[in-house]
């Protein structure tokens, strides 16, 4: 993740957080190891404060403990915990969105006819696009296009029965 896109990110978590509201990151996100989000951080902590799908019961700043890599599990596991919207970065290529929860999804212009913003987009660009998807006036590219998945974790084991 480049810094310009980490600063970006890192500033909209704070000013949600700082008006009350709460973000939930997954503990496998890129954002959490770039220095510009842990120097947000008062103790530069980033353990979970969550479980995975576990509803958040006080807003503010969450990480969600993800139990694999798994893309589609772990955004499963965001929409549980009770998330409005989610905004992703996909820096390798457009990913599966959920079919209950509106994402944004950001990337290279590679792939621009199927992301909602470039990586390079601005924290304003990006707050102007989360205010029309709350809003319901901007419907995010894989909805549109009917890419979306959905996939509870089997958890660290992978058992299935």
Do not use: C, K
Not at 6 to 14: F, G, M, N, S, V
Not at 70 to 78: C, P, Q
Not at 91 to 116: E, K, R, V, W
Not at 117 to 128: P, R, W
Request: aromatic fraction near 4%; proline fraction near 4%; charge should be negative.
């Amino acid at each position: 993740m480049s810094d310009g896109t980490a600063a970006a990110l890192t500033e909209i978590t704070a000013a949600i957080v700082r008006a009350g509201g709460t973000v939930v990151v997954p503990d496998n996100a890129s954002l959490l190891s770039t220095s510009t989000f842990r120097n947000m951080l008062s103790d530069g902590d980033t353990a979970t404060t969550l479980s995975y799908g576990q509803a958040a019961e006080v807003s503010g700043l969450h990480i969600m403990e993800t139990q694999t890599e798994h893309w589609v599990e772990s955004v499963t596991g965001l929409g549980a915990t009770g998330v409005e919207q989610m905004l992703a970065t996909t820096p390798d290529h457009p990913a599966q969105g959920h079919p209950m929860i509106p994402m944004i999804q950001m990337g290279t212009a590679t792939y621009g006819d199927d992301l909602d913003l470039l990586l390079d987009a601005s924290s304003d660009e990006i707050l102007i696009l989360l205010g029309a998807l709350a809003s319901r006036e901007y419907t995010p590219r894989q909805v549109a296009q009917r890419n979306v998945d959905f996939q509870v974790t089997r958890g660290l084991l992978g058992v299935s029965m």
